[in-house]
Structure formats: structure tokens, C-alpha cells
């Protein structure tokens, strides 16, 4: 009896699974949507562990002559948007609609849960209008020393590396550089990395750079099956790093004086994450500790290595095109020359066209993030053919865009020329995103922008940077296969030499 009981049991679990996945297999074609293949489990997601999803994007929409595509993240149907129109009302015109993204990490990982990357609104939303007093142009004028002084250790460095390996790792170094950037101008703790590779806050990025497996499914679930992080205690980083990096919290808030000291200026985000804990205590609202550490964390985690990775790509091109390089050059002597050979200051530094014409190309190429993600609030009219639930989790595909040959003749070809022109073709600003758009953009982009440009003119006005026999074509060179940003899957190494 028993056994034909369970017998019976499980045909009808089978049956009900299989009608349910034969439901879930005809979702977009029933929608006449279409629509990449789904498989047990994975989904779509076929790419996990084997490309980097940004190839994988790239791939969707080369295949796909569609605004849109349908595809399945493991048992969830999901949409990539191909077309920069409709990605601008995604990102700006409807942004009330889109305002959470998808991933989100689970409340036994507090500070993954609660960062500007990952929280979801009202919080998201409180959160974001007391961190941008953070990035104002008077803030950035401040931290701009800083960058300055930094980029003078870089040069050194350089020189140290040349005589010491006759080559340098650029992703190494660079992120050597924006750790300790954002370790002085965010948290007020000056750092040595950048001429020595190692800091207390250096070793966190280090660790943060490291890759296990229980990372790795970490971070799919974050991004794609949110459901399973508490189930399986996933975190969106090693737990040691994360009390590590609570201590060095604590550290800083007790050496300006706890929460009690009046901040009467907000010198950088430390005053504001003080700050907004004795608001609200004056308003009698709680916000634990956790919140706070969760936005310095995210802060570092989101900004040195995506500034990392650029810096090493934008200096490896320029190595592999010295007629580039030489043009950029030009510009810095003769913007030099106009500021009596002083330091540039921020506003000689965005005159200068050509470099930001430069670093456009490189993220342009190597946008770290491959998509950009949102999730819809409510259901939601794609066009007049589609419209889509509450909860869908929508990719705008920014690799795709920017390889896009309509918006980008010859899109492999490293050319900073094409962002001289006007092209009549680029009328919509969504087909040129690196930093996403709208009120869920990138809070850090003026920040990074200005760190990339006055770091770059002070190393191409004393170095040359060559490439070195034997190694790969920037083209050619391996990308990540393990991490779901874009990042060099090997080192960059190239060689400097003094301008004379
Ligand atoms: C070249 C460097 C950088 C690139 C390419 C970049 C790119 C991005 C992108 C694409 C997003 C998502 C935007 C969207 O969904 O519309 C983002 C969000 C974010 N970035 Fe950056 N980023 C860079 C540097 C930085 C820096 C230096 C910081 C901090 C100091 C930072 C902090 C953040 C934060 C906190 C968010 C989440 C914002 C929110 O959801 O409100 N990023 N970044």
C-alpha cells in the first residue's frame, strides 16, 4: 500500500514538473517573442563558467535582429534589450518603473543586501540622495589633490617596476593605485599601495580580486537567482574580508570621534555615513551599522576595480598604437606648455579632448559591467507586441550596443577619432553607456572620470608605454572567464619608457 502510494506520488510530481517545464519552454514563443533556447536549470544561462557573459551578450546580439529577445535566467523568464531607444526609456523615461535591479544578495549578507549597488527602493532611494552629496564639484575638488598625488607615486612606480621586471602588470598596479585613490578620498586613510602593493585596505581589494568556487556561485546567485543566497549562505564577499574591512570601519569612525562629534562638513563619505546616522538618531529612526560599512564597502568594491581594469586596457591599446599614443602625447605637451609645465587642474584636464576621446574608446570596447540590469515594478508595455509582468528582470545589452558597426564602423578597431565627430547615427545618448544612465547610474562616474584622465596625462607625459614581444594583441588578449564583470583574464604586461 505504501509503496504504491508513493508510486502514485511521484508520477504525479513528474507530470507536474514536465507540464510545468513544457509551459515554461513555449513562455516568449506563445508571446511571439524571440527568444534564446532554455535548458533544465540553467536557463539560458549556458555561458556560466566558460565565457565571460559580456562575449556572451555580444553573441545575443549579433545573433538577434530584434529590439528584443526573450531568455529564461535558470527558471525565470527574462528580456535583453538590443535597441538604445528603448533602452532610454528603460533607463530614463520610465526609470520610476525600473528603479530596482534584479540581483540582490539576502538578508544573512547584510552588507551585500544593503549597498547602492544591490538594496532595493525606498531604501535605494534615501540612500542615493544623501551618498551623491558625496561626488558635488566642490567634493571633487578636494580629492582632486589627492588623485594628483597619487598619480606622481604611479610615475615612480612605474620606474621601480621597469628597473625591477622590465615590464609592468598594469592591472596590478593600477589597482594598486585605485584602492589607495579611494582609500585617501572616501575614507580619509592615506595608503601606500601604489608605490609598495600593499596596504591594510589593498589587502581587501586583493582578496576581493581573488576567485573560489563558493565565490563564484555566490555571485550567480546574487546576480541571477537571488532566492538561493540565504538558502545556501552566500555572500557576496569572503566573510574574513568582510569583518576585516569592519574593523578598519570602526577604526576610522572612533578616530574622528565616534557618532557623536557634530559633523558640521561633509569632507567625504565617511562625514556623510557619520552624518546620516546622527540624523537619524535625531529623528529618532534607526540605521544599523551594517548599512553604513555596506555603502564604504561598496564604494571600494565598486570602484577600484572597474577604474582598475580600464586604466589597464586604455594603457595596453595605447601601447599596441603608438600613432595614438604620439597624438596624445602632442595634446598633453602643448596643454602643458599653456599651463606654464604646472600641475594640470581639473579644468585644463577636461579640455583636454583628445584624452577623453581616448578613455570614451577604451570604455566604449571594455564597458566593465557587459549589461546593464533592471527589474520592472509593474507590468510594463515594451511595444505595441509586448508587454511584461511585474518582476521581470530586464538586460539592457551596453556590449552589444557598443559593438554595434551602425553606431561604430570597424567596432574592434581601437579609434578614440570616432568620438571627435559627431556621428548623425548616435543621436540617442543610450548607444554609448559605460556608466549606465538615469537615476540608477553610476554615482561614481566624475570621480572615476577625473581619476582616469589626470592619471593617464601624468603617465604620457613621462613615459612611453610599449608593447612587448610576444604578447597578445589587445584583441587577442584572454578575458575572464570566472567573473561576471569584464576583466582581463591574464596580466597586461607592457614596457616604459622615459620621455626625454
Ligand atoms: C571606469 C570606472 C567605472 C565604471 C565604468 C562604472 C560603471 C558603472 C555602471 C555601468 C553602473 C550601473 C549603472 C546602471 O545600472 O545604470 C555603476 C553603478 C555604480 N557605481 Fe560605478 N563605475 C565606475 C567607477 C565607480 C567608482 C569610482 C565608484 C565609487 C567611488 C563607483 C560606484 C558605483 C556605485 C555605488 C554604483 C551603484 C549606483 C546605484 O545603484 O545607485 N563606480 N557603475
Same mark, same amino acid.
Given at each position: 500500500?505504501?509503496?504504491?502510494?508513493?508510486?502514485?506520488?511521484?508520477?504525479?510530481?513528474?507530470?507536474?514538473?514536465?507540464?510545468?517545464?513544457?509551459?515554461?519552454?513555449?513562455?516568449?514563443?506563445?508571446?511571439?517573442?524571440?527568444?534564446?533556447?532554455?535548458?533544465?536549470?540553467?536557463?539560458?544561462?549556458?555561458?556560466?563558467?566558460?565565457?565571460?557573459?559580456?562575449?556572451?551578450?555580444?553573441?545575443?546580439?549579433?545573433?538577434?535582429?530584434?529590439?528584443?529577445?526573450?531568455?529564461?535566467?535558470?527558471?525565470?523568464?527574462?528580456?535583453?534589450?538590443?535597441?538604445?531607444?528603448?533602452?532610454?526609456?528603460?533607463?530614463?523615461?520610465?526609470?520610476?518603473?525600473?528603479?530596482?535591479?534584479?540581483?540582490?544578495?539576502?538578508?544573512?549578507?547584510?552588507?551585500?543586501?544593503?549597498?547602492?549597488?544591490?538594496?532595493?527602493?525606498?531604501?535605494?532611494?534615501?540612500?542615493?540622495?544623501?551618498?551623491?552629496?558625496?561626488?558635488?564639484?566642490?567634493?571633487?575638488?578636494?580629492?582632486?589633490?589627492?588623485?594628483?598625488?597619487?598619480?606622481?607615486?604611479?610615475?615612480?612606480?612605474?620606474?621601480?617596476?621597469?628597473?625591477?621586471?622590465?615590464?609592468?602588470?598594469?592591472?596590478?598596479?593600477?589597482?594598486?593605485?585605485?584602492?589607495?585613490?579611494?582609500?585617501?578620498?572616501?575614507?580619509?586613510?592615506?595608503?601606500?599601495?601604489?608605490?609598495?602593493?600593499?596596504?591594510?585596505?589593498?589587502?581587501?581589494?586583493?582578496?576581493? =580580486?581573488? !576567485?573560489?568556487?563558493?565565490?563564484?556561485?555566490?555571485?550567480? /546567485? +546574487? &546576480?541571477? $537567482?537571488?532566492?538561493?543566497?540565504?538558502? #545556501?549562505?552566500?555572500?557576496?564577499?569572503?566573510?574574513?574580508?568582510?569583518?576585516?574591512?569592519?574593523?578598519?570601519?570602526?577604526?576610522?569612525?572612533?578616530?574622528?570621534?565616534?557618532?557623536?562629534?557634530?559633523?558640521?562638513?561633509?569632507?567625504?563619505?565617511?562625514?556623510?555615513?557619520?552624518?546620516?546616522?546622527?540624523?537619524?538618531?535625531?529623528?529618532?529612526?534607526?540605521?544599523?551599522?551594517?548599512?553604513?560599512?555596506?555603502?564604504? =564597502?561598496? !564604494?571600494?568594491?565598486?570602484?577600484?576595480?572597474?577604474?582598475? /581594469? +580600464? &586604466?589597464? $586596457?586604455?594603457?595596453?591599446?595605447?601601447? #599596441?598604437?603608438?600613432?595614438?599614443?604620439?597624438?596624445?602625447?602632442?595634446?598633453?605637451?602643448?596643454?602643458?606648455?599653456?599651463?606654464?609645465?604646472?600641475?594640470?587642474?581639473?579644468?585644463?584636464?577636461?579640455?583636454?579632448?583628445?584624452?577623453?576621446?581616448?578613455?570614451?574608446?577604451?570604455?566604449?570596447?571594455?564597458?566593465?559591467?557587459?549589461?546593464?540590469?533592471?527589474?520592472?515594478?509593474?507590468?510594463?508595455?515594451?511595444?505595441?507586441?509586448?508587454?511584461?509582468?511585474?518582476?521581470?528582470?530586464?538586460?539592457?545589452?551596453?556590449?552589444?550596443?557598443?559593438?554595434?558597426?551602425?553606431?561604430?564602423?570597424?567596432?574592434?578597431?581601437?579609434?578614440?577619432?570616432?568620438?571627435?565627430?559627431?556621428?548623425?547615427?548616435?543621436?540617442?545618448?543610450?548607444?554609448?553607456?559605460?556608466?549606465?544612465?538615469?537615476?540608477?547610474?553610476?554615482?561614481?562616474?566624475?570621480?572615476?572620470?577625473?581619476?582616469?584622465?589626470?592619471?593617464?596625462?601624468?603617465?604620457?607625459?613621462?613615459?612611453?608605454?610599449?608593447?612587448?614581444?610576444?604578447?597578445?594583441?589587445?584583441?587577442?588578449?584572454?578575458?575572464?572567464?570566472?567573473?561576471?564583470?569584464?576583466?582581463?583574464?591574464?596580466?597586461?604586461?607592457?614596457?616604459?619608457?622615459?620621455?626625454?
Amino acid at each position: 500500500m505504501f509503496w504504491s502510494l508513493l508510486i502514485i506520488i511521484s508520477l504525479c510530481t513528474l507530470i507536474w514538473f514536465c507540464l510545468k517545464w513544457l509551459k515554461l519552454r513555449m513562455y516568449w514563443a506563445e508571446r511571439g517573442v524571440k527568444h534564446l533556447p532554455v535548458y533544465p536549470f540553467l536557463g539560458s544561462l549556458t555561458f556560466l563558467m566558460r565565457y565571460n557573459p559580456a562575449i556572451w551578450m555580444r553573441n545575443v546580439y549579433e545573433r538577434f535582429d530584434s529590439p528584443y529577445v526573450g531568455m529564461w535566467v535558470f527558471f525565470r523568464p527574462a528580456v535583453i534589450i538590443n535597441d538604445p531607444e528603448m533602452a532610454r526609456n528603460i533607463l530614463i523615461k520610465d526609470a520610476a518603473v525600473f528603479k530596482d535591479r534584479f540581483l540582490s544578495s539576502g538578508p544573512s549578507d547584510p552588507i551585500g543586501h544593503l549597498n547602492l549597488f544591490s538594496v532595493k527602493d525606498p531604501l535605494w532611494s534615501f540612500l542615493r540622495r544623501r551618498l551623491t552629496a558625496v561626488f558635488t564639484a566642490a567634493k571633487l575638488r578636494g580629492v582632486f589633490r589627492i588623485m594628483q598625488q597619487k598619480s606622481k607615486e604611479l610615475v615612480q612606480r612605474i620606474g621601480i617596476e621597469m628597473k625591477k621586471n622590465q615590464r609592468v602588470n598594469l592591472r596590478m598596479m593600477f589597482t594598486d593605485f585605485t584602492t589607495d585613490v579611494i582609500a585617501a578620498s572616501a575614507f580619509g586613510v592615506a595608503c601606500d599601495a601604489t608605490l609598495t602593493g600593499e596596504s591594510p585596505l589593498r589587502s581587501v581589494t586583493k582578496e576581493i =580580486m581573488e !576567485f573560489s568556487v563558493f565565490r563564484g556561485l555566490s555571485w550567480v /546567485s +546574487i &546576480f541571477f $537567482y537571488p532566492e538561493l543566497v540565504d538558502i #545556501f549562505g552566500f555572500t557576496s564577499l569572503p566573510k574574513s574580508v568582510t569583518e576585516y574591512f569592519k574593523k578598519i570601519f570602526r577604526m576610522i569612525v572612533a578616530e574622528r570621534g565616534g557618532y557623536d562629534v557634530e559633523i558640521k562638513e561633509n569632507r567625504d563619505l565617511f562625514d556623510a555615513l557619520i552624518k546620516l546616522k546622527q540624523d537619524c538618531l535625531k529623528e529618532n529612526k534607526d540605521i544599523s551599522e551594517d548599512t553604513l560599512v555596506a555603502q564604504a =564597502m561598496v !564604494f571600494l568594491q565598486g570602484g577600484f576595480d572597474t577604474t582598475g /581594469s +580600464i &586604466f589597464a $586596457y586604455c594603457v595596453y591599446e595605447l601601447a #599596441f598604437h603608438p600613432e595614438i599614443q604620439n597624438k596624445l602625447y602632442q595634446e598633453l605637451i602643448e596643454a602643458e606648455e599653456k599651463v606654464g609645465h604646472a600641475d594640470f587642474d581639473m579644468n585644463s584636464l577636461t579640455e583636454l579632448k583628445y584624452l577623453d576621446c581616448v578613455i570614451n574608446e577604451t570604455l566604449r570596447k571594455y564597458q566593465p559591467m557587459g549589461w546593464l540590469d533592471r527589474m520592472t515594478s509593474k507590468d510594463y508595455k515594451l511595444d505595441d507586441r509586448l508587454t511584461i509582468s511585474a518582476g521581470t528582470p530586464v538586460y539592457i545589452n551596453v556590449i552589444g550596443i557598443h559593438y554595434d558597426p551602425k553606431f561604430y564602423p570597424e567596432p574592434e578597431r581601437f579609434n578614440p577619432d570616432r568620438f571627435l565627430l559627431t556621428n548623425e547615427k548616435n543621436t540617442c545618448i543610450t548607444t554609448f553607456v559605460p556608466f549606465g544612465e538615469g537615476p540608477r547610474s553610476c554615482i561614481g562616474r566624475r570621480f572615476a572620470m577625473m581619476n582616469l584622465r589626470n592619471a593617464l596625462a601624468t603617465i604620457f607625459l613621462a613615459y612611453e608605454a610599449r608593447a612587448l614581444p610576444n604578447t597578445p594583441k589587445p584583441s587577442e588578449a584572454k578575458i575572464e572567464t570566472r567573473n561576471l564583470f569584464l576583466t582581463p583574464g591574464e596580466p597586461l604586461l607592457v614596457e616604459f619608457v622615459p620621455r626625454l
